[in-house]
């Protein structure tokens, strides 16, 4: 039932925040608007916390804390031309809410507001957050820091998943394996070593390369993406060097030793080094460290009670709105590995289909956002125990 007293709308704050731009790292803008539809909304306490995150505190007493959450960042807008409708227009046309971040993910922290306020008028015992993250779309920077400086004991993660019970995803895992050959003309490539052709053979024995498998994740994959080759400013000398990268997708339990082992396992040659490369991230306040270009895999247990409580709500609320129920993992990675350190238990639940994330395509259903609001106010009464 919706409350009487007046609650930011959860499409139009959807429209509010794709209207401000937020790429990762300029998340600024949409910070705020989130902050004051918050202030808004009556919660206890809202604000940015030291790295720019938007939080927002409803509390309630003893009793568990539940997190509602979801990134504020954005990718870059993309040819704007391309777009049907402006990707900082925030329009709603045919029943669709337009623009970059409407399914990645700024609707679904909208729908956040909303239930929470909602809940806060239903009543509850404990503390029920709500936090917009930033530099998601980079390193996750903002939620590893809601984990360090927050206490919570559920979370409910919005990322797309058209309507669908999220329970985890596999983790990624980029290696560069590097062939080492000998320069020659090509004229005459018996002088040489070419590591093109070393780079070829290993990745046709690649495919014979046994990876596990999980029965919820499916089976862990390395597919080849890309392959460069030294030197790379003529075409008539037998390559010294070729670069080719690996996308591994991992399950839990695998660890980068696991996967560079299963790697090496497909060389027959010695002149080939493995490793994990790393790029230089500032971090708020101008430090840089190094992040290596790994993200974990997470599974919440199927039958734990998080799981089974979130299946008996989810069931329900989208019964009412004649909205199928299903339940599966999401095929990208997500914030839920930094989110549920300490063990704490990540669900996810979203608004909009995933495969518009990052296209000039993207648009989430309005009807969307109104079941999503509904289920994110039952699982946060569910979680925390509701008085209603």
């Not at 669709?96 to 809940?119: F, P, Y």
């Not at 560079?260 to 991230?281: C, Q, Y």
């Not at 992040?291 to 069931?315: E, F, I, K």
Request: glycine fraction near 10%; charged fraction near 20%; charge should be negative.
């Amino acid at each position: 039932m919706m409350p009487d007293m007046p609650v930011p709308d959860a499409v139009e704050l959807a429209s509010r925040l794709v209207k401000a731009p937020s790429v990762s790292g300029s998340e600024g803008p949409a910070a705020q608007v989130l902050v004051a539809a918050m202030r808004d909304a009556g919660f206890d306490d809202a604000r940015l916390d030291a790295v720019g995150n938007a939080v927002g505190i409803i509390d309630r007493g003893p009793g568990p804390t539940v997190l509602l959450t979801g990134h504020i960042d954005t990718v870059s807008l993309g040819d704007e031309s391309a777009w049907e409708h402006p990707p900082l227009s925030g329009a709603v046309v045919d029943g669709r809410l337009w623009g970059r971040g409407s399914v990645d993910m700024k609707s679904a922290v909208a729908c956040m507001v909303q239930a929470a306020a909602e809940a806060k008028d239903a009543g509850f015992r404990g503390r029920l957050i709500v936090a917009g993250s930033v530099l998601e779309e980079t390193n996750g920077f903002g939620s590893m820091h809601l984990a360090r400086s927050l206490d919570y004991d559920v979370v409910v993660l919005g990322e797309p998943s058209k309507l669908h019970l999220k329970l985890g995803h596999k983790g990624r895992v980029e290696v560069l394996a590097t062939f080492t050959g000998a320069i020659a003309h090509a004229a005459q490539p018996d002088l040489g070593k070419n590591a093109l052709e070393a780079a070829a053979r290993y990745v046709a024995a690649l495919e014979q390369v046994e990876l596990p498998t999980s029965q919820v994740l499916g089976p862990a994959t390395a597919t080849p993406t890309r392959l460069v080759t030294y030197p790379s400013s003529t075409t008539n000398v037998v390559p010294g060097k070729a670069e080719l990268m690996v996308d591994c997708r991992t399950l839990t339990g695998q660890s980068v030793e696991d996967v560079l082992t299963a790697l090496r396992g497909a060389s027959a040659n010695g002149a080939v080094e493995f490793g994990v490369p790393s790029s230089t991230v500032v971090e708020p306040g101008g430090q840089t460290r190094e992040s290596p270009h790994v993200a974990p895999a997470y599974l919440l247990a199927p039958d734990s009670a998080t799981a089974r409580t979130a299946r008996t709500v989810l069931r329900g609320v989208l019964e009412e709105a004649a909205v199928p129920f299903e339940e599966g993992v999401w095929w990208f990675c997500t914030d839920a590995p930094h989110l549920s350190a300490g063990g704490r238990p990540v669900v996810g639940f979203g608004p909009g289909e995933e495969e518009l994330a990052h296209t000039t395509r993207e648009s989430v259903k309005v009807s969307d956002l109104v079941v999503a609001t509904r289920a994110y106010r039952e699982l946060a009464l569910a979680y925390l125990g509701g008085t209603q």
